[in-house]
């Protein structure tokens, strides 16, 4: 099970990786030919969307030796999914949106199999807030 969850966890970074690199290294005309003409969205938010997803995919590529940094990362990708789904859903693109809901899925599956790290997290964040006070 260990690796399932290891080779998921690398399938995910990649997907964002590459999804986030072909954003930010896409000329705005590109940009505004796939994503400002088909659904409204400005051409710096898609470079702004760009980088989050590489922040995310690099952060969760260290959650294999650090498990508080796969938290932070799944919250960022669940945010990201979730306005891809609702901005597609929003412009009347129905099967595109279903992409991001796909991967919506997956994030999710891994996040409750590294609902461990999520432990951790809430312990370190208890204590920390229990030791400001």
Same mark, same amino acid.
């Given at each position: 099970?260990?690796?399932?969850?290891?080779?998921?966890?690398?399938? @995910?970074?990649?997907?964002?990786? /590459?999804?986030?690199?072909?954003? @930010? /290294?896409?000329?705005?005309?590109?940009?505004?030919?796939?994503?400002?003409?088909?659904?409204?969205?400005?051409?710096?938010? @898609?470079?702004?969307?760009?980088?989050?997803?590489?922040?995310?995919?690099? @952060? !969760?590529?260290?959650?294999?030796?650090?498990?508080?940094?796969?938290?932070?990362?799944?919250?960022?990708?669940?945010?990201?999914?979730?306005?891809?789904?609702?901005?597609?859903?929003?412009?009347?693109?129905?099967?595109?949106?279903?992409?991001?809901?796909?991967?919506?899925?997956?994030?999710?599956?891994?996040?409750? !199999?590294?609902?461990?790290?999520?432990?951790? !997290?809430?312990?370190?964040?208890?204590?920390?807030?229990?030791?400001?006070?």
């Amino acid at each position: 099970m260990k690796w399932v969850v290891r080779i998921l966890q690398g399938l @995910i970074a990649l997907d964002f990786l /590459f999804a986030g690199a072909s954003k @930010i /290294f896409s000329a705005a005309d590109q940009i505004k030919e796939l994503f400002t003409d088909k659904i409204g969205t400005p051409v710096a938010l @898609i470079y702004t969307v760009g980088v989050f997803e590489i922040l995310a995919a690099l @952060i !969760l590529i260290a959650g294999y030796r650090s498990q508080k940094a796969v938290a932070s990362s799944l919250a960022i990708m669940i945010v990201i999914l979730i306005g891809a789904t609702l901005t597609n859903l929003a412009a009347g693109h129905v099967t595109d949106a279903a992409v991001p809901l796909l991967i919506l899925v997956f994030v999710a599956v891994l996040l409750y !199999l590294k609902r461990d790290a999520l432990k951790s !997290l809430r312990f370190i964040l208890r204590r920390n807030i229990n030791t400001t006070k």
